[in-house]
């Protein structure tokens, strides 16, 4: 899709709110993940988790971005699961893990 396909699905708020709920479910999964030896990545993905979870509509603008950018062809028939697998895809990004925090 082009640039302008894409912000009207952006602009879907029905899209909108499945990218949402995906943030979330995202988030809880994130919240109860063992710790481990990278505490830089572990520390961010956690603090993000942390604010989807008591803010969600905060993030859901940026999630639904980084979502339709991802690299699928999305649509707003477009399956949860892919939904979930481009937030999962897109997080360490919106919780601003670098490189440099991987190593």
Do not use: C
Request: hydrophobic content about 40%; aromatic content about 6%; proline content about 1%.
């Amino acid at each position: 899709m082009g640039f302008k396909e894409d912000d009207v699905l952006a602009q879907d708020a029905e899209f909108q709110s499945r990218v949402k709920q995906a943030s979330i479910r995202a988030a809880t999964e994130i919240s109860s993940e063992a710790e481990t030896t990278k505490n830089v990545v572990d520390s961010k993905r956690n603090t993000l988790a942390k604010n989807v979870l008591n803010d969600a509509n905060a993030y859901m603008v940026r999630f639904t971005h980084a979502v339709i950018q991802s690299g699928t062809a999305f649509t707003t028939a477009s399956p949860d699961a892919d939904i979930f697998n481009a937030v999962s895809a897109v997080w360490n990004g919106i919780a601003g893990v670098t490189t440099a925090d991987k190593t």
